[in-house]
């Protein structure tokens, strides 16, 4: 799809051209990055289990109630809520999606950047040693990302590409691209797998990553761990309401969601079954993962392989192209709004909000070390809090609300029949909608008080 198409409301080429682009959008550092650090500060294998049970029962519903959103109203965000239902407050989700997504992109690209620069490292052979220990690389990690005017640089190609790419429409382009580039990464990705999970000492952490320690069960891990769910599924900002509104009327909604969520709980998964392996080889703790915990062990696994300069270079390439794939769906629901509704062009979206969001990532870029303030109050950390778990929770459990109770399930559900003729789910799903995804959501929220007093 290009921009011409994105402007005249096109459709996708094909299903799978879709399930490419709203794969693209899912998998990312969301995966790679926030997922094994989600574990490590969650009790580990208590966590990854409530994460799957959480993707399955209510990331699952909410996609394909985002995607059926998106085709039947043909709209942006706030547009959609409109056409389902004219002059009613309903519309405020939609807004709320636009501003989560600035702020999202704002911290993320500050780790992209991040990633970015740690292919350059890998390339330039920082990583080519053998004997390379878990203390060096966290030496690095913190000498780098301590470094304002290289972090603050280096956020800015990742905004100043994904503006490029949204503004000049060669979407087209990228999606040619991640086709190939994304098996890739799951390949190379099953490589490092299999490596860790070989290394001398891996049991241990195979045990803290895969053996539920139920006593670590709380409302906090839960809260964590659906709000895990959203993030990685690019749910609850209308990032799928807006890829929806591409789908044509002849595909499979829910075989789509199914494949979406599927293929992005698979990377997450093997992306712990590298890190925690790893860390027990190199007799590091678990539990104390940080914004840097991949920065600091991918490097130790790719001293311990054959190519392993020629790996780690690729890994950190095909990283940095998975999140831009998610950039640029961060920057897309902005964008389409003001095309949509207030008639700007392209290119003035892109640019304008891409320049807000720069402005918005310096504090973030600031808060590992580069900055004495933004550090101790750990601005990407919060950011990544307020607008990661509990803004896409909030956005997820008006979108629930708003097809359960306002469009109706039974309205919705002649949307996904075009194309899922038989629906057979169509009961489970509705439960999860109107019943089970908003009662964990009101409950996780009610959670949000205890760990911000402490
Ligand atoms: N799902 C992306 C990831 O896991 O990296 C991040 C993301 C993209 C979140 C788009 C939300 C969104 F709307």
Redesign the pocket.
Known sequence: MDSQDMSLRGSWGSKAAFIFAASG???????I??FPMMVSQNGGAVFVLVYVIAVILIGFPVMLAELTIGRHAQKNPVGAFEHIKPRTPWKLTGFL?II??VF?LSF?SVVAGWTVGYLYKTASGAFNNKDITAQLTDKIFTEFSANPFLVIVLALIIIGLTTYIISKGVKKGIERWTKVLMPILFILIIVLAVRALTLPGAEKGIAFYLRPDFSKLSGTVVLFALGQA???????????ITYGSYISKSDNLVSSAGWVSFS?TLIALLAGLIIFPTLAFAHQPFNVGSEGLVFKVFPLIFSQIPGGYFFGTFFFALLSV??IT??I??LE?PVSYFVDEKNWSRKKAALIIGLFSLGLAIPSALSTGGMEFFTKIKFLGALNFIF?NIA?AVGSLFICLFVGYAWKVKKAAQEVYSGNPLFKIRPLWSFSIKYLAPVAIIFILIFIKKIVSG
């Open positions: 959008s899912a998998i990312g550092l969301g995966n990055w926030r999606g989560t997504g999202i993320y959203f993030f990685s599924l690019s749910l609850g900002m209308g990032t799928m992005d998975a999140a998610s950039t769906s961060l629901v990661g896409l």
